[in-house]
């Protein structure tokens, strides 16, 4: 199992690595965006779509919002609320509700519990990439920021 921290923002790739980990704590002010759409980059939306919902995904992705601590709570974005000062207790709270199981058997059990979407978002990504423009693209996004 693999344990994301959001504190402040986490946006692009950053919210990409917080989607995929296994449990995902948000700390006051704690924000995600996925904005590549926003520039014509596909990264990791199936996955997404997966542990949010469909529906939550698209408005998301094609909106490319900021989505608060509250509301990434309340669609499984983030798996729980945690103060800074309480940060430490809650990460070995995880550690502990797991320790003893089988590293092989917890493999198992997140593999056959995630979507196989990896090769697919991977495809998506390097389509997304090489379609010509993507540096304008990026620029224009930039700037409108």
Avoid: W
């Amino acid at each position: 199992p693999t344990v994301a921290v959001v504190r402040g923002g986490a946006f692009g790739a950053g919210a990409d690595l917080v989607a995929a980990c296994t449990f995902r704590l948000a700390l006051p002010g704690a924000r995600l965006r996925f904005p590549g759409f926003r520039f014509g980059l596909a990264l990791g939306t199936r996955a997404l779509a997966a542990l949010i919902g469909q529906q939550a995904a698209r408005e998301i992705l094609l909106s490319g919002e900021i989505v608060d601590r509250d509301r990434a709570l309340a669609i499984g974005l983030c798996t729980a609320a945690v103060e800074e000062s309480a940060l430490a207790v809650a990460i070995e709270a995880i550690e502990a509700r797991y320790a003893g199981l089988e590293p092989a058997a917890a493999a198992l059990a997140l593999r056959n519990t995630q979507p196989a979407t990896a090769d697919a978002d991977l495809a998506d990504l390097v389509r997304s990439v090489a379609r010509p423009g993507v540096h304008a693209r990026i620029a224009a996004y930039r700037s409108a920021a």
